[in-house]
């Protein structure tokens, strides 16, 4: 337990957190709605640091990050929680936590994470599985010894927190996969039970800090397949953050309250990657169906074949000191 970063007291013994957008009011006893931060006596605690619910290498291409140091490894943590309570969360098991559990998890510090991630010969750690957000000092403690030791950092994140938070993290933090789960109010509402505008804010926020992104959504039959919103997605993209970030339209599968759904089909996700080119985007994939050629990486000027993927292994990397072999054009990206 550590006492937590940005959050205000106020009259009557509550408490303002000023971590994420939610900007939770929190009683005396009571917890936010991330469930791991908790009011005792007017001082709110973080009730997670430390305590890792899960600890893997990865390959960096599971985050999903297609463009930071291809084919390296990344440290992978999380703890209990998260701020969002999605309907398809696929971690539920770890990220829905009640606000009366009890916090459980193997205890780590920061020191100890770095050093298993430069012992397990990661090049990055991932703060991911769960909402990054919600770990926010463990997760700040952690990437300022990981960058002194030159690993880089990446959230696998929601995209709500705090402007003044990710400011605070922005100088250790080198990349981040964002979920825009969605391009309407009414799905963001109804299904992760948050705002889409503020999404979009954070995302916009994320890029103006200088840090890499990439961008996943799930594409689910009949709540956010429409060609307006994918269209929608798109111009976002192309607008606000540039050509060059990597949209990457993924396979839903039924899970948690949301079973009443079916997968995703392929010519769907085909669709939205269409969409994506169309509007001008550089590079967009095709995720969890491993083998269908959506998952490779093409020169977007002279479109030779550069990066061959099958799931999240490489199986060709023809890219030299981030340019095409062939054409010379700049591939964007960390570690090309």
Not at 143 to 162: C, D, E, M, P
Not at 248 to 274: C, G, M, N, S, W
């Amino acid at each position: 337990m550590k006492e937590a970063m940005f959050y205000q007291r106020e009259e009557g013994g509550l408490v303002r957190c000023g971590l994420c957008r939610f900007n939770c009011l929190i009683k005396d006893g009571a917890r936010g709605i991330c469930a791991v931060r908790e009011n005792r006596g007017g001082i709110l605690y973080s009730l997670v640091y430390g305590k890792l619910c899960a600890e893997h290498v990865d390959p960096i291409e599971k985050k999903p990050l297609f463009h930071v140091l291809p084919g390296s490894k990344s440290y992978s943590i999380a703890t209990v929680g998260c701020n969002f309570h999605c309907r398809h969360c696929q971690n539920y098991s770890i990220s829905q936590v009640r606000r009366d559990a009890d916090i459980l998890g193997q205890e780590r510090s920061p020191e100890e994470v770095v050093k298993q991630a430069q012992a397990a010969g990661s090049l990055s750690i991932a703060y991911t599985y769960t909402e990054p957000t919600i770990f926010f000092e463990f997760a700040y403690d952690t990437a300022r010894l990981a960058r002194a030791a030159g690993l880089k950092n990446i959230f696998v994140t929601n995209g709500y927190i705090s402007k003044e938070a990710l400011t605070t993290i922005a100088p250790y933090l080198d990349a981040a996969n964002i979920d825009l789960k969605g391009f309407s109010e009414g799905f963001y509402r109804d299904v992760i039970h948050a705002r889409l505008s503020e999404v979009l804010d954070s995302i916009i926020e994320y890029r103006r800090q200088g840090i890499w992104i990439e961008l996943t959504t799930l594409i689910i039959p009949g709540l956010n397949d429409s060609e307006e919103e994918l269209q929608g997605i798109a111009s976002f993209i192309v607008n606000n953050l540039g050509v060059d970030t990597p949209w990457h339209v993924t396979q839903f599968y039924p899970t948690y309250k949301l079973i009443d759904r079916p997968r995703t089909p392929v010519k769907t996700l085909r669709r939205a990657r269409e969409i994506g080119l169309a509007a001008g985007l550089h590079y967009v994939y095709e995720g969890n169906v491993p083998g269908e050629g959506g998952e490779n990486t093409w020169c977007h000027c002279c479109s030779s074949l550069l990066i061959e993927r099958y799931g999240f292994m490489i199986v060709t990397n023809k890219i030299h000191n981030g340019v095409c072999p062939d054409c010379g054009a700049a591939i964007a990206g960390i570690g090309m």
